[in-house]
């Protein structure tokens, strides 16, 4: 029942979060996704680096009815949405994102996506926009899309 309400709720918003410009993942990610037969949408960053081709900051596997195409194989920073994890200063700074889903996760569930985040390569973390393959418009679209997101610190 609270999958088909975060569901909903995804619909709803229409995956605003996947508007983000796609996730950075490791080579075992991209693998497991290709591997469950879904196309190549990686750019090589880096050792055990990629990023997904995004169009106009819109995730490659996101379907027009607003679902993830990818779900059962998605990448861990999806699954940790709401929470989000970033360098800031060389130290690793968590966030519950303003999203609608939030609210539907209690406290000890956001702390135990805060500690699966811990499993994100620094390296991938440090690359952040800085290392993106993406055009600069895609870029500045993410950015502004972002800004609204931002919410606490956990």
Same mark, same amino acid.
């Not at 088909?4 to 796609?22: D, P, Q, V």
């Not at 996101?62 to 990818?70: G, M, P, R």
């Not at 360098?87 to 968590?94: A, F, M, S, T």
């Not at 996760?105 to 499993?119: M, N, V, Y």
């Given at each position: 029942?609270?999958?088909?309400?975060?569901?909903?709720?995804?619909? =709803?918003?229409? &995956?605003?979060?996947?508007? *983000? $410009?796609?996730?950075? +993942?490791? $080579?075992? =990610?991209?693998?497991?996704? *290709? %591997?469950?037969?879904?196309?190549?949408?990686?750019?090589?960053?880096? /050792?055990?680096?990629?990023?997904?081709?995004?169009?106009? $900051?819109?995730?490659?596997?996101?379907?027009?009815?607003? !679902?993830?195409?990818?779900?059962?194989?998605?990448?861990?920073?999806? #699954?940790?949405?709401?929470?989000? +994890?970033? @360098?800031? #200063? $060389?130290?690793?700074?968590?966030?519950?994102?303003?999203?609608?889903? &939030? &609210?539907?996760?209690? !406290? #000890?569930?956001?702390?135990?996506?805060?500690?699966?985040? %811990?499993?994100? /390569?620094?390296?991938? @973390?440090? %690359?952040?926009?800085?290392?993106?393959? *993406?055009?600069?418009?895609? @870029?500045?679209?993410?950015?502004?899309?972002? %800004?609204?997101?931002?919410?606490?610190? @956990?």
């Amino acid at each position: 029942m609270r999958a088909e309400t975060i569901r909903t709720r995804c619909r =709803e918003c229409e &995956a605003s979060c996947c508007r *983000l $410009g796609g996730v950075d +993942v490791t $080579g075992r =990610e991209r693998t497991r996704i *290709l %591997a469950a037969g879904h196309p190549n949408f990686f750019v090589r960053i880096g /050792p055990d680096h990629y990023e997904m081709r995004s169009v106009r $900051g819109v995730c490659p596997y996101l379907t027009e009815d607003h !679902e993830c195409s990818i779900h059962a194989v998605r990448p861990l920073m999806c #699954e940790c949405w709401p929470v989000d +994890v970033e @360098l800031v #200063e $060389g130290k690793r700074e968590y966030v519950v994102n303003a999203c609608p889903i &939030a &609210a539907l996760f209690d !406290e #000890e569930e956001l702390q135990a996506s805060k500690e699966r985040l %811990a499993d994100v /390569p620094e390296r991938i @973390l440090a %690359a952040g926009m800085r290392d993106s393959q *993406l055009p600069a418009e895609d @870029l500045d679209l993410i950015e502004m899309r972002s %800004a609204r997101f931002r919410s606490r610190r @956990l």
